[in-house]
C-alpha cells in the first residue's frame, strides 16, 4: 500500500510514576506505580496515524540498546513502517512522566538517540509521501533540513510546534499547516494556516471550529500527539478539513482513555 505520511521525529521509552499530585519544589511524594510504555512525539504521532488506517512512515533515531529494538518491532506490528529509521551507539530516548489523579502530567525529556538523528540522515530517508511532520524534539537543524527537502521533492509540511523553542517562529511560516495549543499559539504571531487546540475547548483551524467530545479522562499523555498525527493522515488521505479535525478529535479522545501515550507497554 502506498504511504501518504512520513513522520519524522523523536521516539522515546516513557517511564510514567502514578501519583495523588506532582511534587511541588523541594516536596517528597509517594508514587503509586511505575510503568515502562511507548512515547516520543514523532513515534507517538506516527502511531496515531498508523491507527486511522493511513499508511505511514517513521523516521527516527534509536539507540543500538534492547529497548529501541522492541520498541520499532512494536510499532512496525501496529501499522508504522520503521524501515528508513535509524540506528545510533548508546541509548534510546528517555522521557520520565508523572500522572497524577486527574490524568495530568509533567514531563522531563532526556534526549539520547533522538539528539543524534542528524540532517543528512533525515534527507536521505525522507522518502516521496505527499505529507510530511514535523515536531521540535529533535536538532533545529534536522526539522529545517527536513522541511527544505520536502518541498523540494512536491511535498507539504505540517509542523507541531512543541516544545517551542527559540526558532519555532522562524520554522512555522516555512510550513504548510502548523499545529500548536493556545499557549504556543500566542508565541507564533503572522503564521499564516494554524490548527489551535485548547484543551477541552474548541478546535479551530481557519474558518473551521470544532469541540472535543466529553469522555472520563484516565491520563492526558500523548493525547496531543494523537490529535496531530491523527490530523496531517486524514488531511493527507483528503478529507475534508471538517473531517480532518472530527477525525483528529476522536483519535484524541480515545487517547486520554488509556494509560500512556500509546495503548500498549514495552
Not at 545510533?88 to 522531563?108: C, K
Not at 527537502?149 to 520554522?171: D, Q, Y
Request: hydrophobic share 45%.
Amino acid at each position: 500500500m502506498t504511504e501518504l505520511l512520513t513522520v519524522v521525529g523523536s521516539a522515546n521509552i516513557d517511564t510514567v510514576i502514578k501519583v495523588a499530585s506532582p511534587p511541588a519544589p523541594g516536596q517528597t511524594v509517594l508514587g503509586r506505580g511505575i510503568e515502562r510504555r511507548p512515547g516520543g512525539k514523532g513515534a507517538n504521532q506516527a502511531a496515531a496515524a498508523a491507527a486511522s488506517g493511513v499508511p505511514t512512515r517513521l523516521v527516527a533515531a534509536f539507540g543500538d540498546d534492547q529497548a529501541g529494538e522492541t520498541y520499532r518491532t512494536r510499532l512496525n506490528d501496529r501499522g508504522v513502517n520503521t524501515r528508513d529509521s535509524v540506528i545510533v551507539p548508546g541509548p534510546s530516548g528517555e522521557a520520565i512522566i508523572t500522572v497524577d489523579d486527574r490524568g495530568e502530567n509533567s514531563i522531563i525529556v532526556i534526549p539520547g538517540a533522538n539528539s543524534l538523528l542528524d540532517p543528512d540522515s533525515a534527507r536521505f530517508h525522507l522518502g516521496d509521501t505527499p505529507w510530511v511532520l514535523v515536531q521540535l524534539e529533535t536538532p533545529r537543524a534536522t526539522v529545517q533540513a527536513v522541511i527544505t527537502e520536502a518541498h523540494a521533492r512536491g511535498a507539504k509540511v505540517a509542523l507541531n510546534a512543541s516544545p517551542i523553542i527559540p526558532e519555532a517562529h522562524e520554522l512555522a511560516l516555512q510550513c504548510d499547516l502548523v499545529i500548536v495549543n493556545e499557549i504556543e499559539a500566542a508565541q507564533l504571531e503572522g503564521v499564516q494556516d494554524m490548527c489551535i487546540t485548547r484543551g477541552a475547548g474548541a478546535v479551530t483551524w481557519g474558518d473551521e471550529i470544532a469541540m472535543p467530545r466529553p469522555v472520563t479522562v484516565v491520563d492526558t499523555t500523548g493525547a496531543g500527539d494523537a490529535f496531530a498525527g491523527a490530523l496531517v493522515a486524514a488531511t493527507a488521505a483528503g478529507q475534508s478539513r471538517h473531517r480532518a479535525l472530527e477525525t483528529a478529535l476522536n483519535a484524541s479522545a480515545v487517547a486520554v482513555q488509556h494509560e500512556g501515550a500509546q495503548p500498549w507497554r514495552l
